[in-house]
């Protein structure tokens, strides 16, 4: 299936690109960069949420599940969009946001109209609380904690920001609804779903204290609940209802799913389960080789790249070549993950190796998490700014601001470039296409020293990286494909530098 190796491009719409000129990008600003994907190789785009929203969190707060939001276009564009995407073989997967809408959306300002004890409350999570104090202990993952009162005395629960109440999946109309949703995206030609917080959808019903030490990401009283696994199976029957055979072909979801082990993330590869659980174990080892070893393995152990694929960055986190240390290690992490078995997200201006930007003034700050945490927690803009795409960056308006002497990132002035990151990007994903190695499949592991990274791809493929101080010796090989950086062609790597290689007959 295109999905279990489909190299897939993260659009976060606002910062991707801006047709009107008002410091927002927008759908039609997607459309106008086909081509732009098309050239760096992308099989798909998933595009975070457009719909309308009141933005407290980047358009996670959704008010209207089946819209798009004035300021980033029409349905129109939307559907012009995806037809444009198929005629140059892109795929389109759609966010959606299940554990939470937004205070605006009308089922929630209908349960606040209605009052305690109404069917209207009862579709949220509404409780009475303990004298002053709130039904429970728990936090809210962007600060403070995860219950606000109403006028009326009783308490919503909001395991994010106070603006996103949490559904009640336990209601029959939440299902219900969220099936109409997919549908009504499906519907339009979307080759799959993201889904947003897959892993807190249920809550216990008991609503207990969480206790204390529980690890973020393990099973709690609302994480990884196993009513989570007899609810996916109908969605993957609603995939299932739509044509396998042509464009876009088998529709897949992949769940966000933050996991603290192997244990915890099992129940998410069930057969009829999701298609695809992220991958996140890449966003949370230090930049060494043994620790990305072990991170890769106990993946490949348990699921395989095309049901959880890689991840090196997204909206959420850190930029790599911030995280990682620098660009020589950000563009060694690039050929790893696109060397890897499986499928493999990219994020907008991976390719271009943004750093993260870290001294953004309080006041353009706009993440829920620094407000929530006052300033305590830089929050997520940081990576988040909106693309360079001339030489004459910064511009403005931008809804975050462009640092200056962003032009020298842009996509214009890499072009071309034989030592850029977007030059290295396209190459790696040209290749990927034509190389029958690459995509799905199995990797083995070679001996090599500390501190580097040398595993074969069947047949006749092999990936090394040195992140150590000295050069280390390749094995044989018969081509050099590609590398990060110049080699001394003495069959040594040095430090820094990564490289895809075609094997000698020894590793066939
Ligand atoms: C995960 C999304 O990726 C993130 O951006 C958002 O803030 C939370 N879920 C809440 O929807």
């Not at 609810?231 to 897949?252: E, K, Q």
């Amino acid at each position: 299936m295109w999905w279990e190796d489909a190299v897939v491009y993260e659009v976060y719409p606002r910062s991707f690109a801006d047709t009107d000129g008002d410091g927002i990008g927008d759908l039609n600003g997607i459309r106008a960069k086909l081509p732009y994907l098309a050239g760096l190789g992308a099989d798909a785009i998933w595009l975070t949420p457009f719909y309308p929203s009141p933005l407290a969190d980047g358009g996670y707060d959704v008010s209207d599940y089946c819209g798009v939001d004035p300021r980033l276009g029409t349905l129109a564009d939307f559907d012009a969009l995806v037809q444009e995407a198929a005629g140059h073989g892109i795929r389109v997967l759609v966010d959606i946001v299940p554990n939470h809408c937004s205070i605006e959306h009308p089922l929630f300002q209908a349960a606040l109209a209605a009052g305690p004890g109404s069917q209207e409350r009862d579709r949220f999570i509404f409780r009475d609380g303990d004298g002053d104090l709130p039904p429970n202990n728990w936090p809210s993952v962007f600060g403070g904690r995860a219950w606000t009162q109403v006028g009326d005395g009783q308490w919503y629960l909001h395991l994010f920001d106070s603006s996103q109440p949490d559904w009640n999946w336990r209601h029959p109309d939440v299902p219900a609804f969220f099936a109409d949703v997919l549908r009504f995206w499906l519907d339009r030609g979307v080759a799959g779903l993201r889904v947003d917080v897959a892993n807190a959808m249920f809550k216990d019903p008991e609503l207990p204290d969480l206790p204390p030490d529980t690890p973020q990401y393990g099973p709690s009283p609302f994480n990884h609940r196993a009513e989570l696994h007899e609810l996916f199976p109908s969605w993957r029957a609603i995939l299932a209802s739509y044509p396998a055979d042509g464009f876009p072909g088998p529709r897949t979801a992949i769940g966000e799913v933050w996991y603290d082990g192997p244990q915890t993330l099992l129940p998410y590869l069930a057969p009829d389960g999701l298609p695809q659980v992220f991958n996140f174990q890449l966003l949370q080892v230090p930049w060494q080789a043994r620790a990305l070893r072990d991170a890769i393995d106990g993946t490949l152990a348990l699921a395989g790249g095309s049901r959880a694929p890689w991840v090196i960055g997204n909206h959420d986190v850190v930029r790599p070549v911030t995280r990682f240390g620098g660009a020589e290690a950000a563009r060694t992490a690039a050929l790893l993950q696109l060397a890897l078995p499986g499928s493999a997200y990219l994020y907008q201006g991976e390719e271009l190796g943004l750093p993260e930007v870290t001294d953004l003034p309080d006041g353009a700050r706009q993440d829920p998490t620094f407000h929530r945490t006052h300033g305590a927690v830089p929050g997520r803009d940081g990576c988040r700014i909106p693309l360079p795409w001339s030489a004459d960056a910064p511009i403005t308006p931008s809804w975050l601001p462009q640092p200056a002497g962003w032009g020298q990132y842009s996509v214009a002035a890499q072009s071309g470039d034989p030592g850029s990151f977007l030059t290295l990007y396209r190459a790696a994903l040209r290749l990927r296409g034509e190389l029958p190695a690459l995509g799905a499949g199995t990797l083995r592991w070679l001996d090599s020293p500390a501190d580097s990274l040398i595993f074969a791809r069947e047949p006749g493929f092999v990936f090394a990286a040195n992140l150590g101080q000295a050069p280390i010796l390749l094995p044989a090989y018969t081509g050099v494909l590609l590398s990060t950086g110049p080699l001394p062609g003495d069959g040594t790597l040095p430090p820094g530098t990564a490289v895809w290689l075609a094997g000698g007959p020894d590793l066939l």
